[in-house]
């Protein structure tokens, strides 16, 4: 059984550039969040979808958006990058908006985001 | 606001002994769930324990247990019998109790595990 898969692994932006990030859930899954994680940091919420829709939102800008497909797929936009973007973004799945049995939440591998 | 602090930037235990993990949490409200993920070297964020604000008993998960003390608003994460493969980054967390699957994760411990 496949756990959260995220794609690309690493990669290297210049400032100004967009990014799309990639995130396939658990499988049964069908909400998707992401979340930012700076060097020596705890990861900050982002956003979370669920049925195609944006449900939750963290204290990121609009440069941040996402998108989630019908095989509840997800995708996070990054537009305008700035160094301070500079990041591992991690996504997570979850059954349903309030998770598992305990809540808790399925963590990929991330993508780690560099922008020079 | 919900707010968690870890004390313990890097903690160091040899191998096959215990260590207690720091967490304390700050929340107004009277439900609530407290999360401890792992984070290797490779990123992953791994599932290691949940204790939710009205459970009466400690939550356990094999050599992981959870001390958890309401009033002291503290939930400290115990690994027992350490092994090599616990260094990692250990992470307390509390989900927001109106975000659903929204965690806010605290600054983290480095744990290094000598042989």
């Known amino acids: 059984d496949a756990g959260v898969t995220q794609s690309p692994t690493h990669l290297i932006k210049t400032r100004g550039q967009q990014v799309t990030l990639r995130c396939s859930p658990k499988s049964g899954h069908d909400t998707v969040s992401w979340y930012q994680q700076a060097l020596g940091q705890g990861p900050q919420f982002i956003f979370q979808?669920?049925?195609?829709?944006?449900?939750q939102r963290g204290n990121f800008p609009d440069r941040f958006s996402g998108h989630q497909f019908p095989n509840y797929s997800s995708e996070l936009n990054v537009n305008a990058l700035l160094l301070g973007d500079s990041a591992l973004y991690l996504c997570a799945s979850s059954p349903g908006l309030a998770g598992g049995l305990a809540g808790e939440l399925f963590f990929g591998e991330g993508s780690r985001l560099t922008v020079l | 606001a919900q707010k968690i602090t870890q004390t313990q930037p890097g903690m160091f235990v040899q191998e096959k002994e215990a260590v207690t993990l720091d967490c304390t949490y700050d929340?107004?409200?009277?439900?609530?769930?407290l999360f401890w993920y792992k984070q290797p070297s490779s990123g992953e964020m791994i599932f290691l324990i949940y204790q939710g604000s009205y459970d009466e008993q400690n939550a356990t998960e094999g050599r992981y247990s959870l001390n958890f003390q309401k009033a002291r608003k503290s939930a400290n994460l115990v690994i027992s019998a350490s092994q090599l493969g616990d260094s990692a980054m250990y992470f307390c967390?509390?989900?927001?109790?109106?975000?659903?699957?929204?965690?806010?994760f605290g600054a983290g411990t480095r744990l290094a595990v000598h042989p």
């Open positions: 979808y669920y049925e195609e829709e944006e449900r």
């Open positions: 967390a509390m989900r927001d109790p109106w975000g659903y699957n929204k965690l806010i």
């Open positions: 929340t107004s409200d009277q439900s609530y769930g």
